[in-house]
């Protein structure tokens, strides 16, 4: 079984920044694709930013030059800096990974249980 621990959310003034942090645990062969997702109240979980193996990023169009993914494959940890923050970034924030379980195998994906961002004006 995989787990996906997430850590760094809390309150912060608009301006300010946060980093949040996600690591996995378990047995597996390889992580493929990992990322952050969010949902506010009310609304949909939406894709934030992801990234592969291979490092080429990807993010939502609302946190570009403001969001930074990056990964630790070594340590299985998937990282968001997040920066100049406003109140409509708050949310929960989820990690997300795609998992190969075996080498041949398929990719499995997993969710954490997510962490709240809260971004007062």
């Known amino acids: 079984q995989v787990q996906l621990q997430e850590f760094g959310g809390g309150l912060v003034q608009a301006g300010g920044s946060l980093r949040l942090s996600c690591a996995a645990s378990?047995?597996?062969?390889?992580?493929?694709?990992m990322g952050w997702y969010r949902q506010a109240p009310g609304l949909q979980r939406e894709l934030v930013a992801t990234?592969?193996?291979?490092?080429?990023?990807n993010y939502a169009d609302s946190v570009k030059g403001r969001f930074t993914i990056s990964r630790d494959n070594a340590k299985n940890t998937v990282y968001l800096q997040m920066d100049s923050l406003n109140p409509e970034d708050t949310a929960v924030y989820y990690c997300?990974?795609?998992?190969?379980?075996?080498?041949?195998?398929?990719?499995?994906?997993?969710w954490g249980q997510g962490t709240q961002v809260t971004i007062s004006s």
């Open positions: 990234i592969p193996t291979s490092g080429r990023t």
């Open positions: 378990g047995r597996f062969f390889r992580i493929n694709v």
């Open positions: 997300n990974a795609d998992v190969l379980l075996r080498n041949g195998g398929i990719a499995v994906n997993y």
